[in-house]
């Protein structure tokens, strides 16, 4: 059966860039919906199995403003069982100070950690272990993850993880679904994979969150948010 996955889009150039590398990786083996800061219809999400969100600007204010309202749509997806998956700025999301779905763990700046092999935020390629292979991915001042219980996928040079699963949440700091147009700096054009990333993020969706049991995100009588 073909899933159906959702997808917000905001306006900003970064948002709009990641939105349409998901669209690229995800359309060939699933139904894509696009969802924005407006208001959507109700049962929007009632078909949807994972709700995307992407690069772009993960600044708490703009959070705020452009998810408030559909919060509670959101909210309640993830407490029936959706699952959701988080790409930079959507991997900071899923923490305490946004939508607070993270247990026990922290999505932090990996710019700012220990041994950190990246000090600037900028777009960059960062070398990376993926199910212990290595590889460079497109980079932009992504995130790690510290402390609690998760599974690690893949790591950034130091060791840090860079993506992770905790329950219904697959998370990544690296932008796996970079397009051609991304690598234009010269030093960067011989780094371009030739989309060879996106079947990496579809395997990533499809093996840790389409493939495991749908469970509520939150216990019976959570009072989050």
């Known amino acids: 059966m073909t899933k159906t996955i959702a997808v917000f889009l ?6 709009t860039d990641s939105v349409n590398g998901v669209m690229a990786a995800f359309s060939p083996m699933a139904r894509i919906k696009l969802f924005t800061k407006h208001k959507v219809l109700n049962g929007f999400f009632d078909d949807v199995d994972v709700v995307v969100f992407p690069g772009g600007d993960g600044e ?6 452009v998810l408030k309202p ?5 909210r309640a997806f993830m407490q029936r069982g959706g699952k959701y998956l988080g790409i930079c700025m959507g991997a900071y999301w899923a923490d305490a100070y946004y939508f607070d779905f993270l247990k026990g763990t922290r999505a932090v700046q990996y710019i700012k950690r220990p041994q950190a092999d990246i000090r600037a935020s900028y777009g960059t390629t960062a070398p990376v272990l993926w199910h212990d292979r290595p590889e460079r991915m497109y980079f932009y001042d992504g995130p790690t993850f510290v402390g609690g219980r998760f599974e690690t996928i893949a790591t950034y040079a130091n060791g840090d993880p860079m993506a ?6 697959g998370l990544v700091g690296c932008h796996l679904e970079s397009q051609a147009h991304w690598y234009t700096k ?3 054009q011989s780094q ?3 989309n060879a990333h996106h079947p990496l993020l579809w395997q990533f969706v499809a093996e840790h969150l389409l493939q495991r049991r749908q ?3 939150f216990e019976v009588g ?4």
Do not use: Y
């Open 186 to 188: 010269k030093v960067m």
């Open 60 to 65: 708490a204010t703009a959070f705020r403003h």
């Open 70 to 74: 559909n919060l509670t749509e959101i």
């Open 10 to 15: 905001h306006q900003p150039t970064c948002s």
């Open 215 to 217: 469970m509520p995100l």
């Open 192 to 194: 371009w994979h030739e």
């Open 164 to 169: 992770i699963v905790q329950d219904n949440l």
């Open 222 to 225: 959570d009072r989050r948010g």
